[in-house]
Nanobody
């Protein structure tokens, strides 16, 4: 069973930056998609960004130009660099490792709070 451990969350002022990390307990070099999703209180979990094993990235409109997803297969880690943070970015951010619709893993989540 693959374990995903997120880190890097915290409290930041609007306009600030955070870098989230997700470390996998096993190799992530095989064919897969890794991504970050977030969930704010009372709202549905939503996709933020994803990156395939081949390096193809996808971002939802509300983070384009501000967030960057990257992966380091040698370190079994995926990152989410978040710049120009806004209060509406406040949520619990979850790491996802997906091999198929029937085979995927989730991290425990890390809290990101953007407030002055």
């Amino acid at each position: 069973q693959v374990q995903l451990v997120e880190s890097g969350g915290g409290l930041v002022q609007p306009g600030g930056s955070l870098r989230l990390s997700c470390a996998a307990s096993e190799s992530i070099s095989s064919l897969n998609v890794m991504g970050w999703n977030r969930q704010a209180p009372g709202k549905q979990r939503e996709l933020v960004a994803s990156i395939t094993s081949g390096g193809y990235t996808n971002y939802v409109d509300f983070v384009k130009g501000r967030f960057t997803i990257a992966r380091d297969n040698a370190k079994n880690t995926v990152y989410l660099q978040m710049n120009s943070l806004k209060p509406e970015d406040t949520a619990v951010y979850y790491c996802n490792l997906k091999y198929s619709a029937f085979h995927q893993y989730w991290g425990q989540g890390t809290q990101v709070t953007v407030s002055s």
